[in-house]
């Protein structure tokens, strides 16, 4: 069974401060997923990673895989309040797959 | 363009009773998806479907049952509800084959207590 786990699961942050979200899959997928919640509301995409090695950075955020280690990262820059949401990570089974299975989601509160 | 459109936003059920959610996307996308996410959780999957006609089990697909005459359309079923399927639904879809690399669409929501 694939799993998923991202941690942490909840982050309080200062504004200003960096962090990183984890994600770890169980799948040998060479791609991955990371999407935005913001509360009551649905996803948006925010990053696709589509191989090993792949980068990925829009403003304060910035995206990683490492498919050997099946682990990506969502690093967060000098953060501002603004980018409070859920932030999910989501992979395919297996590399042809067309189904998504995500993570639990991270929660991240950040404070003036 | 619309994206992906999801109707009723809200709904209450009584216990056993029947209803459709509605889903309908207008970017002409081969695969659709229907999650459900419980309070603080990520998604589940409940179906999906890779072209009118086609469409396949999802994680947790008990109690729900789907159709997919038309590319655009992917209504979902529950045929006899339970206090276990209160959950938001979301509909999602996406272009591409198997392999297809573009990202998941949502829509709105559709947030359903069973009572």
């Known amino acids: 069974e694939l799993k998923v786990e991202q941690n942490p699961l909840f982050l309080s942050m200062q504004e200003g401060k960096n962090y990183t979200i984890y994600c770890n899959y169980s799948?040998?997928?060479?791609?991955l997923y990371w999407y935005r919640q913001d509360p009551g509301k649905s996803l948006e995409s925010l990053f696709v990673?589509?191989?090993?090695?792949a980068v990925k950075q829009e403003g304060r955020l910035m995206a990683s895989l490492d498919t050997k280690a099946r682990l990506s990262t969502l690093h967060i820059t000098a953060a501002v309040h603004d980018l409070s949401a859920t932030y999910f990570c989501?992979?395919?089974?297996?590399?042809?797959?067309?189904?998504?299975?995500f993570g639990e989601g991270t929660q991240l509160t950040v404070n003036p | 363009n619309a994206g992906v459109t999801q109707t009723p936003k809200f709904r209450i059920l009584k216990i056993g009773q029947s209803m459709t959610l509605q889903c309908t996307q207008d970017m002409n996308h081969n695969y659709m998806y229907w999650y459900r996410q419980d309070p603080g959780m990520g998604l589940k999957l409940i179906y999906y479907s890779v072209g009118a006609g086609i469409t396949d089990k999802g994680e947790v697909p008990n109690g729900y049952n789907v159709s997919r005459s038309t590319t655009e359309d992917f209504p979902l079923r529950l045929e006899l509800a339970a206090p276990s399927q209160t959950s938001v639904y979301f509909c999602?879809?996406?272009?591409?084959?198997?392999?297809?690399?573009?990202?998941?669409?949502f829509g709105n929501g559709t947030r359903l207590t069973v009572t």
């Open positions: 999602a879809s996406r272009r591409g084959t198997a392999a297809g690399n573009s990202p998941l669409h």
């Open positions: 990673l589509l191989s090993n090695g």
């Open positions: 989501a992979v395919p089974p297996e590399t042809s797959g067309s189904r998504l299975t």
């Open positions: 799948t040998t997928s060479d791609r």
